[in-house]
């Protein structure tokens, strides 16, 4: 089942056509997948304290239909598939009143050590968390 | 009374030294000026809707302390003068936990007709909301 | 051949992780995209009085090495299919010193009628001018 | 004398309005801050090998004009006030066709050591390089 995240549309997020500029659904995207890992008890600043580094590594998105101005969406993330060291996201936004999906994404994630820079595994509570997830 | 928004700091929000990038602080304040005149029933389209667009002619703003990643800010915001076609917002970011101040700011817009952009007063509504804030 | 522009890293690319925040190098692309257009004589103000917008449909990107402050990139932009109403520009963010990629994508973009929203064909003299680059 | 700096207009920069959205002017005022430094030598990483990090103390800005997609600018910087841990920035930001001034600020930085954050002395050579940009 899907993580739900609500987002609003402000002045910040639109560009001179009017409607959100496309590189923010990304931004949108990332602050669901942080609310998902603090609803799993891991903050960013506890993510640090483990020495785990979140970095992505690849996105694919799609642009169906524009957000304009006001508009409130929901961002539904789920995990697709679940590697020793990596994550791929899948993630729609949608509008909240007509539930139509405007833009879909897969996203990439790695683990890897703050200090080094290598790949890790998840820490282990978080890995048990993202299986009670499904 | 002021009117309070809470913010929630996202990587988007940081800048290399850790902490939240000061020019972000504006953005902050600007969802909070938006979501208490969507409180007041003003949303940016009906505000479009009635040929008012609100433009920021200046802005001061001090940086006491900085924000980090994952903290989440309140936005303090209160009308401190109201003239026939100009609004000051006084404005302060807080620490929920700490209550700290983080920055403050004067943020003074003007109201002007979106097709002529010329100065226009308030429309009657949002004006008698204005009042009852106080 | 590619098309070369160069990008200096500043503050407001960064995030906490001291490099360029992953979603900025989509903004590095677009600028670059931007150019090219511009280096065929198609301001955005030129589309526009043709009636043509240029919406992006989907975005392929891959993050190969992170960048830093202070480093100055050069964004390489080839086009990779074109069609009567699509383009696919493929692109690469490179360091300028190392020459190592850091960054590539494949975006494609649409061509729509500003006002309808419909496909329409690219602008004539746009079209031959690409030809040319290649 | 100001050191200036040239800044052109992306659809990242515009709001829905159609015009660049107020905070990004702060942002390119850091730019050229930046590359004024750079200039007197000092890259980013050279102030940070040096335990040297910029904070922005205090912002006030003024919005006269609006720039739009395509326009180039240029920002004027000079060096206001010269304290011994302070400075105070006075730039504006022109549009290069017409002259005309779209926007002006001041901005008060601190100089203060990265590892205690305590403020201290601009380093030496910067200092005297600043003394030269008059």
């Given at each position: 089942?899907?993580?739900?995240?609500?987002?609003?549309?402000?002045?910040?997020?639109?560009?001179f056509g009017?409607?959100?500029y496309?590189?923010?659904?990304?931004?949108?995207m990332?602050?669901?997948?942080t609310?998902?890992?603090r609803?799993l008890?891991?903050?960013?600043?506890r993510?640090?304290?483990d020495?785990?580094l979140?970095?992505?590594?690849?996105?694919?998105?799609r642009?169906l239909?524009?957000?304009k101005?006001d508009?409130?969406l929901?961002v539904?993330?789920a995990i697709?598939?679940?590697?020793?060291?990596?994550?791929l996201f899948?993630q729609?936004?949608?509008?909240?009143?007509?539930g139509?999906?405007?833009?879909e994404?897969?996203?990439r994630?790695a683990?890897?050590?703050?200090?080094t820079?290598k790949?890790?595994?998840?820490?282990?509570?978080l890995a048990?968390?993202?299986?009670?997830l499904?």
């Amino acid at each position: 089942m899907a993580f739900e995240w609500p987002v609003r549309v402000y002045i910040e997020d639109t560009d001179f056509g009017g409607i959100v500029y496309y590189v923010n659904y990304l931004k949108f995207m990332e602050r669901a997948r942080t609310e998902m890992l603090r609803h799993l008890g891991y903050s960013q600043q506890r993510l640090a304290a483990d020495h785990c580094l979140f970095v992505v590594h690849s996105v694919e998105s799609r642009y169906l239909k524009p957000a304009k101005l006001d508009d409130e969406l929901i961002v539904r993330t789920a995990i697709e598939e679940r590697g020793a060291a990596s994550l791929l996201f899948a993630q729609t936004v949608v509008d909240s009143l007509s539930g139509q999906v405007l833009c879909e994404g897969l996203i990439r994630v790695a683990c890897v050590n703050s200090t080094t820079f290598k790949p890790r595994r998840w820490p282990r509570e978080l890995a048990a968390g993202m299986m009670q997830l499904d």
